[in-house]
Every structure is written in C-alpha cells, then in structure tokens.
C-alpha cells in the first residue's frame, strides 16, 4: 500500500521533534545545532527547516504532543465522571512536574507562548501560527475543566471559559518563569494560588445570600500534588 505522502510528512516532522527534544532535554536549546538535529533525525538540514524555521518551533512542536496527550486523558476522566477538582489536579501535577523536570527549557516556550500573536500578523503558516497553535493547544488543556465545573454549578452561566482559561495559562507560564521554584511542590501552590485569584470573578454565588463559596480545586490528593510529604 501506497503511504500517503501528508502521512509521510507528519512522521518526518514528529521524528524532528522528538529527536530535537532529546537533545534540548540533555544539553540545553543553544548548545544544539541544527547539524546535531538532522543528523539525529535522519535527515538533510534542508529537510529540517522545510518543517521547522526554528529550534524553538521544534520544542514547540513536541510540548504540544505532551500536552494533547494530557488533555486525552482529561477528557476521558471528565467523560467518566471524575470530578473536575481531581482533573484539575493531574493536569497540572503533570504540566508542573514537566515545568520542573525541564526547567532549562521553560523559558524558550513560556516566552513563545506568551510572546505569540494572533494568526494573520506574520506570514501564514510562519512561526506566528506555531506559537498561536501551542498557546491554543494550552488553553484547550485547561478549558473542559472548567467547563465541566461551570455545568456542575460551580461557575457562574456566563462565564467565558475560554477567556478563563487564557488567562490561567498565562498565569501560570509567568509562575514558571518568575516563581524561582525548587520543586514541583512549590510550582503546584503557586499555581493553586494563582487559581484561586482568578476564578473569584467567576464563582457562582451561593443562592439567596450573594455570598461566594470557597472554592477547593485540590479535592482528594493524588499522588504528584503539593501536599505530599517531599521525598
């Protein structure tokens, strides 16, 4: 059977990501050339920069696959009937336990995804969309969780989940590149910090007192959260 040749080039681009990534994880974005990547990957240099125009688009690429790969299991937790809190918990013990293992590289992607700019400013297909389509693929991370929360009564029926979840992932890529955190610990209680700030707005006040309720988005601890004791 004939391979489609769409099908071809995908692989190609998710072998140059990986193998980029392998790279990157042990010494760092600058200290690898592009000579390093292409011949890790199998390829020509010409090939490398028909899909990629830069390394940190090849970083990009593979965080993205990272995170949809969380984001699937999600929403296969929400469609079970997890509760979101608990979602909200695997989502960032994995997002922070990353944050953390790579920290060398949190700042090529925290500036990308918070330097982006809105399709249609640079060329089509250039980097600009690279960067939106990572931001994008953020937000769509953070987004069903609130959702499901919103469903569950706990937000208020206007309030724009898409917009909330913008601005969490921003908050929490600042979190990374100005917290100075030691360990995944610290990044989780920032992070829950953060969360408790910006989902004040959007709480749905109790019935009949205006009041907003407490909102907890740890519920039970899973394994990876900030209040297991350190090892």
Not at 177 to 186: A, C, D, K, M, T
């Amino acid at each position: 059977m004939k391979v489609d040749r769409q099908e071809q080039d995908e692989a190609r681009r998710t072998r140059i990501a990986r193998a980029a990534f392998e790279l990157f994880a042990r010494t760092g974005l600058d200290s690898v050339s592009a000579q390093d990547i292409a011949r890790a990957a199998f390829v020509s240099r010409t090939n490398l920069y028909r899909y990629f125009p830069s390394k940190t688009h090849m970083l990009l690429a593979h965080f993205e696959r990272t995170v949809g790969e969380t984001r699937a299991e999600a929403l296969r937790r929400l469609s079970s009937g997890a509760a979101p809190q608990a979602v909200w918990q695997l989502v960032t013990a994995r997002m922070a336990d990353l944050g953390v293992r790579y920290q060398h590289l949190v700042g090529a992607v925290g500036q990308a995804v918070l330097g982006r700019s809105r399709p249609g400013e640079g060329a089509a297909g250039g980097p600009l969309a690279q960067e939106w389509q990572t931001a994008q693929t953020l937000v769509s991370l953070v987004e069903p969780v609130l959702s499901a929360m919103r469903q569950q009564g706990k937000l208020r029926p206007d309030a724009d989940t898409r917009f909330l979840a913008a601005l969490l992932v921003d908050a929490c890529l600042m979190s990374l590149l100005h917290g100075g955190h030691r360990n995944q610990r610290e990044v989780l209680l920032d992070w829950q910090d953060r969360f408790l700030l910006l989902m004040q707005g959007a709480l749905q006040p109790k019935p009949g007192t205006g009041a907003l309720p407490p909102l907890d988005p740890q519920g039970d601890d899973p394994p990876g959260n900030p209040h297991e004791s350190e090892k």
